[in-house]
T-cell receptor, first 115, second 111 residues
Framework: GAVVSQHPSWVICKSGTSVKIECRSL??????MFWYRQFPKQSLMLMAT?????????EQGVEKDKFLINHASLTLSTLTVTSAHPEDSSFYIC???????????FGPGTRLLVL | EDQVTQSPEALRLQEGESSSLNCSYT??????LFWYRQDPGKGPEFLFT???AGEEKEKERLKATLTKKESFLHITAPKPEDSATYLC????????????FGSGTQLTVLP
């Protein structure tokens, strides 16, 4: 149980284009989903928290107009990186937490490379 | 502000050589302490949640313990497949209920 998927696992795009990453909870309903970014040999950095049906809450320093988050259902959240630039290249990981639960279950991550 | 410090940063063990990883924390109202395993290029895999001092949990060769100031992840007779980065995180009583992660311990088990 508690499986979270992400799609795509790898994406390469040109500078200036937008990229959408999907995060799905496969066997439970996730009232809250989180998006993280991880640089090589570093720990996870929280970007934003999203509750189903509400606007996402962004961490300080994260541009909400650049990283658009939609949590339209209890099993799906999307992160759209708009007008991507090479400095946005990173490993993006989502996690999901069920209502009343404390544990976050993580997806496998999406590697983004912006050329 | 919640803080998590993990030590050592890296640990190399021979197969079968038991050891412990440390996670020291300060948190305002602990709601949970979490251990995850992360393999290169993958998302963290959930291992344990501990909620109160004195609690212990086991899974195969791993055992997690919790005090009011720190948690230990004990690895008994490790195998090469136990090689990974082990992450510790805490969740405080703040309204956001977010996780604060440590920087991880990179474990290498040599055959």
């Amino acid at each position: 149980g508690a499986v979270v998927s992400q799609h795509p696992s790898w994406v390469i795009c040109k500078s200036g284009t937008s990229v959408k990453i999907e995060c799905r909870s496969l066997d439970f309903q996730a009232t809250t989903m989180f998006w993280y970014r991880q640089f090589p040999k570093q720990s996870l950095m929280l970007m934003a928290t999203s509750n189903e049906g509400s606007k996402a809450t962004y961490e300080q320093g994260v541009e909400k107009d650049k990283f658009l988050i939609n949590h339209a259902s209890l099993t799906l959240s999307t992160l759209t990186v708009t007008s991507a630039h090479p400095e946005d290249s990173s490993f993006y990981i989502c996690s999901a937490r069920a209502a009343g639960g404390e544990t976050q279950y993580f997806g496998p991550g999406t590697r983004l490379l912006v050329l | 502000e919640d803080q998590v410090t993990q030590s050592p940063e890296a640990l190399r063990l021979q197969e079968g050589e038991s050891s412990s990883l440390n996670c020291s924390y300060t948190v305002s109202g602990l709601r949970g302490l979490f251990w995850y395993r992360q393999d290169p290029g993958k998302g963290p895999e959930f291992l344990f949640t501990l909620y109160s001092a004195g609690e212990e949990k086991e899974k195969e060769r791993l055992k997690a313990t919790l005090t009011k100031k720190e948690s230990f992840l004990h690895i008994t007779a490790p195998k090469p497949e136990d090689s990974a980065t082990y992450l510790c995180a805490v969740q405080g009583s703040g309204s956001a209920r977010q996780l604060t992660f440590g920087s991880g311990t990179q474990l290498t088990v040599l055959p």
